[in-house]
């Protein structure tokens, strides 16, 4: 449990990072955008576990690195 916690986590992370890159370089707006960005950043990495755990029984980034 605490495996699938963490690879959430990184995902997130890395997740809001690109969303934040690309906002400042393309000038998307994502702050007048709310529900794209809860979406982009928080359903995304939810359902790459769920597919993940439920597929392979590993969470995302173990599957990747392993």
């Known amino acids: 449990m605490i495996e699938t916690i963490i690879s959430w986590l990184i995902n997130f992370i890395f997740i809001s990072v690109v ?13 007048e955008h709310p529900n794209l960005t809860v ?10 576990e769920i597919i993940s755990l439920s597929l392979y029984g590993k969470p995302f ?3 990747i690195f392993s």
Request: proline share 4%; aromatic share 16%.
């Open 39 to 48: 979406f982009l950043a928080f359903i995304i990495p939810t359902v790459l």
């Open 19 to 31: 969303i934040a890159s690309a906002d400042a370089k393309r000038g998307y707006r994502l702050d």
């Open 61 to 63: 980034l173990w599957l």
